[in-house]
């Protein structure tokens, strides 16, 4: 290179056969081994993916996206806002019930998933990354409950207090504390959430879908164990 | 200001409840638990869109 020019300009000094590479370049080509972009945003889905039993998990997702946005809001304006407003009481009611909708969808998902045994074929990290982000939207929906500001939070937390003390974790995560309930709502618990979600996605991604129980046995000998086989594109 | 207008069931009582041992449910509850159960079996049975182009696509032995 001339003598003056910047050293960040221009092509990059790497060489593909050196043996020092730069953590980024180390990152960047495990992360495409793993997940080529064809796999991470396929063309098409294997034929038995076309079944109504598939669409309660992409269903779970958009109403967390609803959740999170209706959120940022409610976090945005306050208590205040959303019990003395009609736009306020508005978006906490979409909060709360795009919630109950989430559930509703990830538990159809989740029965779906368990009577397929959707962890065949090297997919146990997807059931569990499934699972804990099921057990972990429990305590986000309950400390969310427990910050409503009103008499029914009052109550919650009073009752499920008992319970935490029960189980001597009561002096860690105290439900009367306000301020502790609300920071895991808004902060801690929303950001396990998505991040759970986000690996369980991407798990998915590189294991493809489970196929039917009647595919794998027919497939067994022709395809290796761990990978999915393409079943017929759609 | 909010408008007062009066519900369309009565509400001003308990809830209605389920219990079975140690099971303790609303009715509401029961209702919900009824009702995803059904939408899961329905998801299992019910086709999805383009099952018979599907479905012919598998008969003449192509790939689609």
Not at chain 1, 66 to 88: F, M, Q, R, Y
Request: a positive charge; charged letters at 10%; aromatic letters at 10%.
């Amino acid at each position: 290179m001339p003598p003056g020019t910047p050293s960040g300009s221009g092509a990059p000094s790497h060489s593909p056969g050196a043996s020092s590479k730069s953590w980024t370049v180390k990152l960047r080509e495990r992360g495409v081994a793993a997940l080529p972009p064809d796999k991470l945003l396929p063309d098409g889905q294997p034929t038995y993916v076309a079944s109504w039993i598939y669409v309660f998990g992409v269903a779970a997702i958009a109403s967390l996206i609803v959740i999170v946005g209706s959120g940022c809001i409610l976090a945005l304006k306050g208590p205040a806002w959303w019990h003395e407003t009609g736009v306020g009481h508005f978006f906490n009611s979409i909060h709360l019930w795009s919630v109950e909708l989430f559930f509703a969808a990830m538990v159809v998902h989740l029965w779906g998933k368990y009577w397929m045994a959707a962890w065949r074929g090297g997919r146990a990290r997807v059931w569990v990354t499934g699972a804990v982000t099921f057990l972990v939207a429990i305590p986000c929906a309950l400390t969310g409950y427990v910050s409503q500001q009103n008499f029914d939070a009052q109550w919650i937390s009073t009752q499920a207090k008992d319970a935490m003390n029960s189980v001597g974790v009561g002096a860690f995560f105290n439900l009367t504390n306000f301020g502790q309930m609300y920071s895991y709502h808004i902060l801690l618990l929303p950001i396990a959430v998505v991040l759970l979600v986000s690996l369980h996605v991407l798990l998915v991604r590189r294991h493809g879908v489970v196929p039917p129980f009647e595919l794998q046995d027919k497939l067994a000998g022709a395809t290796p164990p761990g990978q999915a086989p393409s079943g017929g594109q759609q | 200001m909010s408008l007062l207008v009066a519900a369309v069931f009565n509400l001003n009582h308990p809830a209605h409840t389920v219990d079975w041992e140690f099971i303790h449910l609303s009715v509401a509850n029961v209702v919900v638990i009824g009702l995803m159960l059904i939408v899961f079996v329905l998801a299992i049975l019910l086709p999805f869109p383009g099952a018979a182009r599907r479905q012919a696509a598998r008969r003449s032995g192509g790939a689609s």
